[in-house]
């Protein structure tokens, strides 16, 4: 079984510059996570599909960052314009059910540099 | 608000020594519990997971973590670490009433061979 596919695994731009991340989730699984992970700390939600639906988009800074899922199945995150601090590796998982028990599957992660 | 806190952010140990990873969270309700792994140039994978019953739980390469209710605590443990648990160690809590996962800080362990 495939498991969570990201791309690309690394990017490098310089600020103020637009980025985005791709992702594929798990076939079957309908519910699909963004999450931030900066240098020396846990991963944090961005944001979370159940389907199509963003169902918890709480924590994403929308002045600049924005996700879709449009056929409920992979995802793109976009960043426009990027700045230095959001240098970090954005990870994508994904789980099956709707809400689902908490368990994640990961793929490898994306790691921006913005220089 | 849920939360996790990782008692260490990095650990060092002899090959053959033991090991406990402390993980406490907040939250008021039920809750499903996590231990992930990332080993190095690796992506993010389950170790070892507690839903319900038995609070002593089995993970994978001889992890375990009990949950213990009363101390709102689900501490990682392994009898005898090899050189190849070098890795970062993630403690997740699932509240079942918000949906959400929230991860610790993590836990760097160094292993000497």
């Known amino acids: 079984e495939a498991g969570v596919v990201q791309s690309p695994r690394y990017k490098i731009i310089e600020k103020k510059q637009p980025v985005a991340f791709w992702c594929n989730p798990i076939?079957?699984?309908?519910?699909l996570y963004w999450y931030l992970q900066n240098l020396g700390q846990g991963p944090e939600l961005l944001i979370r599909?159940?389907?199509?639906?963003?169902?918890?988009d709480s924590q994403l800074p929308k002045d600049r960052f924005s996700a879709e899922r449009l056929k409920g199945v992979d995802s793109t995150l976009k960043i426009q314009p990027a700045e230095l601090g959001d240098s970090a590796v954005y990870l994508c998982?994904?789980?099956?059910?709707?809400?689902?028990?908490?368990?994640?599957?990961f793929g490898e992660g994306s790691r921006l540099t913005v220089l | 608000a849920q939360s996790v806190s990782q008692h260490n952010h990095h650990v060092i140990l002899s090959e053959a020594a033991s090991l406990e990873l402390g993980c406490n969270y907040s939250?008021?309700?039920?809750?499903?519990l996590f231990w992930y792994v990332q080993y190095p140039g690796q992506h993010l994978q389950l170790l070892l997971k507690?839903?319900?019953?038995?609070?002593l739980v089995k993970g994978i390469k001889g992890f375990e973590a009990e949950f213990i209710k009363s101390k709102f605590s689900f501490n990682l443990r392994k009898p005898s670490v090899q050189w190849s648990d070098t890795a970062e160690y993630f403690c997740?809590?699932?509240?079942?009433?918000?949906?959400?996962?929230?991860f610790g800080a993590g836990t760097r362990l160094f292993v000497k061979a």
């Open positions: 076939s079957g699984h309908n519910t």
């Open positions: 997740a809590v699932f509240g079942t009433g918000g949906f959400k996962t929230i």
């Open positions: 939250y008021g309700g039920t809750v499903n």
């Open positions: 998982a994904s789980s099956l059910g709707q809400s689902g028990t908490g368990e994640l599957f």
């Open positions: 599909y159940e389907n199509e639906e963003a169902v918890d």
């Open positions: 507690y839903f319900s019953g038995d609070p």
